[in-house]
């Protein structure tokens, strides 16, 4: 066991299942013509398995001091160990497209999510470790609680999957809650056609911002239409009646379309 102790406020609990470990790396379906980033390699349990499997590995730590052990300890001739925050790292300028491999600290999860997605063109596919609660929801389908924008968001870009849930006794410290692995294999074009993709993201996050209300009422509340628009909802083929939550991407996506001619200045 490590002597590091690790720091609450970066939201640290150390990966030390091995058996998790392997799973994690079987998940994400590493071979030698594959470049991995990981995020978060913390003690380098899973970097030792993912350098023997990749081509080459760029493992991003945010801690100085496991920054250095992992320089200490860990000798491959294709493993970069960068000291830098995920959350600003350049992915759009990496030279080969990558597998993200990542075991992501539960209070960043979802804006690192958000920023591996706009940086999707340099990314194959990726391979989380996240709060079960964020995973159940990335994975959910229409019509269910756990169904909301980070759903809508993540899966126009990325075909979603839930590999496999993980005991918080594979951990040290024992987090509070479990976690689970899920798989997001980036997608050739968007799950549904849109002419307007920039107004779309924002009539998700106005459709979800009280998930209550039907749809007449929480576009209405938005302001993003005339009053016009909101009044012709009926002729969009989705009924205004509904509540978000029941919306496919698909059908978010003819929503968006239509309501285009009835932005507001």
Request: proline share 5%; net charge neutral; charged share 25%.
């Amino acid at each position: 066991m490590s002597n590091i102790i690790a720091k609450k406020a970066l939201g640290q609990n150390f990966l030390t299942d091995m058996n998790t470990v392997a799973m994690i790396a079987e998940a994400a379906d590493i071979g030698p013509d594959d470049n991995v980033l990981e995020i978060g390699p913390g003690l380098g349990v899973l970097t030792h398995v993912l350098a023997e499997k990749a081509g080459h590995v760029t493992a991003i730590e945010l801690d100085e001091r496991l920054f250095h052990k992992l320089n200490r300890e860990l000798h491959y001739k294709n493993l970069d160990i960068i000291l830098g925050d995920a959350l600003k790292f350049p992915y759009e300028k990496l030279e080969n497209k990558v597998k993200v491999v990542a075991n992501l600290p539960y209070y960043i999860s979802t804006p690192l999510i958000s920023r591996l997605i706009d940086a999707r063109e340099n990314i194959i596919t990726m391979v989380l470790m996240l709060q079960k609660e964020v995973a159940e929801r990335l994975t959910a389908s229409p019509g269910g609680k756990e169904y909301g924008y980070m759903t809508v968001m993540v899966r126009l870009y990325a075909d979603a999957k839930m590999m496999f849930t993980v005991s918080k006794e594979a951990f040290d410290p024992v987090p509070k809650v479990d976690s689970a692995v899920i798989r997001l294999d980036v997608l050739d074009k968007p799950a549904a056609p849109c002419r307007h993709y920039a107004l779309f993201e924002k009539v998700v996050s106005a459709s979800f911002s009280q998930r209550r209300k039907t749809l007449r009422n929480t576009l209405k509340g938005s302001r993003l239409f005339t009053p016009e628009g909101i009044a012709a909802l009926e002729k969009s083929g989705i009924d205004p009646g509904r509540r978000a939550e029941t919306l496919s991407i698909a059908e978010f996506a003819q929503l968006t379309d239509f309501l285009a001619d009835y932005r507001s200045p």
